[in-house]
């Protein structure tokens, strides 16, 4: 898949032993470092990104993640469960408009942040569905319009920049501006209403943040069915550890 930004998913090599001992602190009430967060959260999207693409057999480089952002929430939410990690599962139909791109996403509250978790994310950048010849307009309702990524390249410089980092990443820390730019990358893809209506200005990050920290929507697959399909994410770490 070619991309507008011609970014591509970082999957580190992640140190099973630096993971046990960053669940453990997580099961143990610890507070995590920065680096402990960047290596959890990197293991976290690296893990569905990877199990993800083999399930599909594609690549890493080739695969386009398209509709698996509900499997992706839920390998994410089911694993935060186990390690009784505080966690939400936004929809953008419920939390942004319900005339918005459906994408489930996850934040999750580590120490005193919070951070927003989308390994696909990717699959709205998609180089041919971003452009103006995607828009279409019916007895003046616009039925359909461009993916997000249309409306992150329209944004300034350094929020494209903050953008493909989160996309090669997966994960950020949920700031106003990632707040704002990723929410109205899905507000301006409302579809099914009036052309006069149409507006890509959005809303602030302080108001998607507060949308995201307070959603009430809920994963809808099991770990039951994750563990059949082979996409439960791996815990390294037992309740009764102990950290020394």
């Not at 453990?24 to 995590?32: A, G, H, V, Y």
């Not at 680096?35 to 990104?49: G, N, T």
């Not at 939390?95 to 696909?120: A, H």
């Not at 950020?172 to 990358?185: F, K, M, Q």
Request: glycine fraction near 6%; hydrophobic fraction near 35%.
């Amino acid at each position: 898949m070619r991309t507008i930004f011609n970014t591509k998913p970082i999957v580190k090599t992640n140190d099973e032993d630096k993971i046990c001992l960053i669940q453990n602190k997580i099961l143990t009430n610890q507070r995590l470092s920065l680096e402990e967060i960047d290596e959890f959260l990197s293991y976290v999207c690296d893990s569905v990104r990877m199990k993800l693409a083999k399930k599909n057999n594609a690549s890493l480089e080739k695969y386009d993640y398209l509709y698996q952002c509900d499997r992706a929430q839920a390998m994410i939410g089911r694993y935060f469960e186990q390690l009784n990690l505080p966690y939400k599962s936004p929809q953008t139909n419920m939390d942004i408009s319900l005339e918005v791109l459906g994408n489930n996403f996850i934040v999750c509250f580590i120490n005193d942040e919070v951070f927003l978790l989308d390994p696909t994310y990717n699959q709205f950048f998609d180089e041919s569905k971003c452009t103006k010849e995607n828009f279409k307009i019916e007895n003046g309702m616009i039925s359909k319009t461009a993916d997000p990524g249309f409306f992150v390249a329209l944004e300034k410089e350094e929020d494209q920049e903050m953008v493909c980092d989160f996309l090669e990443k997966g994960y950020g820390l949920l700031t106003e501006d990632l707040a704002r730019v990723y929410g109205n990358s899905f507000y301006g893809t409302k579809a099914l209403i009036p052309i006069k209506e149409f507006d890509i200005k959005g809303y602030s990050g302080p108001f998607y943040i507060k949308r995201f920290i307070t959603s009430q929507g809920r994963l809808t697959t099991s770990y039951e069915t994750l563990e059949k399909e082979g996409l439960n994410i791996g815990i390294f770490a037992k309740k009764e550890s102990k950290i020394r």
